[in-house]
């Protein structure tokens, strides 16, 4: 009898991952096979630089059964979705089956064997730590006190909010600039509008020329709260202000007394936050001017045609 079960053990073995495969399969894939991860990656450090995150590569493959328990478990755990908001860019990055994207994950020293295998990167575009999942398993699932434990471990440290004013107002003085402060949360829809339109390329430029701009993270920088009710003048995030280089306000972002705009959609809005953005420029041109309003207008029509 013993040589008949050696015979069908690896059957049974190639039985047990056939199922496990076609599980799998039969989930909603959570990896984007076509994607660019490259490019996935770069974006996403390109951001995490912005916003003070570390990038989080959750690599593996759809037929994995453990990668949709991890990406199930993200979603899941209310903990775990709040770090993962609050501090890293997640990209997928899809192995297929442990062939696919070997270039890149060599390129930041990442040695993945099993999957889902987990790898953090810094704002400097280097491997700050990586991680076998299995150390964060308890049996058939994850261990979500290990998995958020981990997460807390190597989110990138806070940034106080005052240093981050300090230095602004510094560098305001130095430039002969004025500072655009503004005041968001990771959870704030509207503030990350704001973000995309400032984000773009040729209006961070045409900013640039004029104002030293920062963003106050209210939630997550130490003594956010303080350096927002220190110049908050009504209430609602996004809120912005342009200051002198001693932190004068010169204009905020609202309309008329206790009125925020927020992310700008109606005519007079996007008015008063492009004179608060282009007042009395000395360096801007005239088509930086341009630049910066069309932006506005797209994103403002776009909000607007999503509406109705």
């Not at 790898?119 to 280097?126: E, F, L, P, R, S």
């Not at 300090?166 to 990350?192: D, M, N, T, Y």
């Amino acid at each position: 009898m013993k040589p008949i079960f050696l015979a069908i053990a690896p059957l049974l073995v190639f039985a047990n991952l056939a199922i496990a495969d076609q599980t799998s399969l039969a989930k909603p894939p959570i990896y984007n096979e076509s994607a660019d991860a490259r490019s996935d990656v770069a974006k996403a450090v390109e951001k995490a630089v912005r916003e003070n995150k570390r990038v989080l590569l959750q690599i593996g493959g759809n037929w994995c059964p453990w990668c949709h328990k991890l990406h199930e478990l993200f979603a899941s755990d209310k903990a775990i979705a709040h770090e993962l908001l609050y501090e890293y860019e997640v990209v997928n990055v899809d192995i297929a089956h442990g062939e696919k994207n070997r270039d890149l994950l060599a390129g930041y020293g990442i040695t993945a064997k099993g999957y889902p295998y987990l790898a953090v990167i810094g704002a400097d575009n280097k491997l700050v730590t990586q991680q076998e999942t299995g150390a964060l398993e308890d049996g058939p699932k994850h261990d979500p006190k290990k998995v958020l434990d981990f997460l807390i471990k190597w989110q990138a440290p806070a940034l106080d909010a005052k240093q981050v004013l300090s230095k602004a107002l510094s560098q305001a003085g130095g430039e002969g600039k004025r500072v655009l402060i503004r005041f968001g949360a990771p959870w704030c829809g509207w503030c990350h509008k704001l973000d995309d339109v400032l984000y773009q390329p040729a209006v961070d430029d045409a900013i640039k020329t004029e104002l030293v701009s920062i963003k106050i993270d209210v939630d997550r920088m130490t003594n956010g709260k303080e350096v927002q009710t220190r110049y908050q003048t009504s209430g609602g995030i996004p809120w912005y202000a342009v200051l002198d280089d001693k932190g004068k306000v010169l204009s905020t972002s609202d309309l008329s007394p206790g009125k925020n705009i927020g992310f700008p959609t109606e005519p007079a809005e996007l008015d008063h936050v492009l004179k608060m953005l282009t007042d009395a420029h000395t360096r801007m041109t005239t088509e930086q001017i341009n630049t910066v309003k069309e932006a506005f207008t797209k994103a403002a029509v776009a909000v607007n045609q999503a509406r109705h």
